[in-house]
């Protein structure tokens, strides 16, 4: 199908020079890859990509109209729904944008202290948090402080993939350990110079740790919960209305960038567009790294229908929210949280490029420890992968209260422990 033809497909774009916004991360790149390799250009989209230190910045900016959209926490959507944070702005996530990248890095001090409490410790298992349990009841009897972890903000995947992780292997994250809130690009800094012990982020965050010798890997977020998704496309559901021609446009160039970067032969020149100055300012072999396409969990922009706005996914971070008590069971609304989530738009901006999409908005995830098939909305099936939890749980999004009633480790009905940056600080990074 020609440019032209993908463009009165749907109508011409009713706005064609747009900024989105996007945080250092290597899952920012169909962002990257869209602009680098042509697609915004053959929409007839003119994109200026504007890099923002932290994810309260990039909200702040979609939500008041500076962005007209951008590279954003899956979770960040979902709180608007519910009404957590500052902002009441409707937002939608009518794609996903990955799956993967996430993992828990921690510092040498730490490993060595895990260690010192199971010399059988293996990074990716549960017997890391559990080694970990051991020394924060050591920690809190001797009157220690406990081990302190960064994550990247309050309602983020990073949030509740560490929390389920160390649930998973008995810590409890409001008084075992404690959380604080640090932006990706300031997690190294913050562990070199000892305040935090390790974070949870997404990559290169954890890539260069390694590289540097400053943080150990202890786990991935593919050990956590096979192939979850990560990073999304998000826009205020005010916007998507009054421009349903651009959001159609934007969706495709960014199906195409997700489909050109999981070419494996591709990798090596989006990892050299990631790591330009502008955009990741790391070594090039680092991101390359993060990229490599046959590495357990890697990333995926398209395989395994990565880029599909699945509603249960919402209601999962919508499950994590009430089990950590950031909101109460009757201020959680799962239409609210489920439609947040635009699948319609994503099914019409991959019919006009003849991508197969899924017929179902959700599914059960934590049945399959391998590849497995769906339903595709114009007949047949599409494939998608492992969607195994580390404690090998199901998550039913029909039934919200029985999964979380499975539970031994939460906080209903309370307020989460997370420390926050202030306002200023949040604004400043």
């Known amino acids: 199908m020609s440019d032209e033809a993908r463009i009165d497909s749907s109508g011409a774009p009713e706005k064609t020079e747009l900024v989105l916004g996007f945080v250092p991360l290597v899952d920012a790149a169909p962002l990257v890859v869209a602009r680098e390799k042509g697609f915004f250009a053959a929409e007839g989209l003119s994109v200026r990509l504007v890099r923002e230190a932290s994810w309260a910045a990039l909200r702040d900016r979609v939500c008041s109209g500076v962005f007209d959209g951008g590279h954003m926490l899956a979770a960040i959507p979902v709180a608007n729904a519910v009404g957590l944070g500052s902002w009441r702005v409707p937002l939608l996530a009518p794609m996903a944008l990955n799956l993967n990248g996430n993992g828990v890095t921690v510092s040498p001090a730490l490993w060595d202290d895990l260690l010192g409490e199971d010399a059988t410790i293996r990074a990716g298992d549960l017997s890391v948090p559990r080694a970990l349990a051991r020394l924060a009841q050591r920690r809190r009897a001797q009157g220690q402080t406990p081990p302190t972890f960064g994550v990247v903000f309050p309602h983020s995947s990073h949030n509740y993939l560490l929390r389920y992780w160390l649930a998973a292997g008995g810590v409890d994250p409001d ?112 991101i390359a790294s993060a990229l490599r396409p046959a590495a357990p969990g890697s990333l995926l922009f398209h395989r395994y229908a990565a880029a599909f706005p699945w509603a249960s996914r919402a209601l999962w971070t919508l499950s994590q929210m009430r089990r950590w008590g950031q909101v109460d069971a009757e201020a959680a609304s799962v239409a609210a949280a489920a439609a947040v989530c635009d699948p319609a738009a994503y099914r019409l901006a ?17 049945l399959h ?59 400043s990074s």
């Open 350 to 366: 991959a019919s006009d490029l003849g991508l197969a999409a899924p017929a179902a908005d959700s599914k059960r995830d934590g």
């Open 175 to 286: 008084r075992d350990v404690r959380l604080k809130v640090v932006p990706p690009p300031q997690m190294i800094a913050h562990l070199t110079a000892g305040r935090i012990d390790g974070y949870c982020v997404g990559a290169p965050w954890n890539d260069l740790a390694e590289a540097l010798g400053v943080g150990r890997l202890a786990t991935s977020g593919h050990d956590i919960w096979n192939n979850a998704q990560e990073k999304v496309l998000g826009v205020t559901a005010a916007w998507a209305s009054r421009h349903p021609a651009t959001l159609r446009a934007l969706l495709r160039a960014l199906l195409l960038a997700g489909v050109w970067l999981d070419n494996p032969a591709n990798r090596a020149e989006a990892a050299y567009w990631m790591a330009r100055p502008d955009v990741i300012p790391v070594p090039e072999a680092v």
């Open 369 to 427: 420890a391998g590849p497995w098939s769906v339903a595709a909305s114009g007949g047949g099936a599409i494939t998608l992968g492992a969607d195994r939890f580390c404690d090998n749980r199901c998550f039913d999004p029909a039934d919200i209260d029985a999964y979380l009633a499975g539970f031994g480790c939460g906080r209903p009905g309370q307020q989460d422990q997370t420390d926050h940056f202030s306002a200023r600080e949040a604004a």
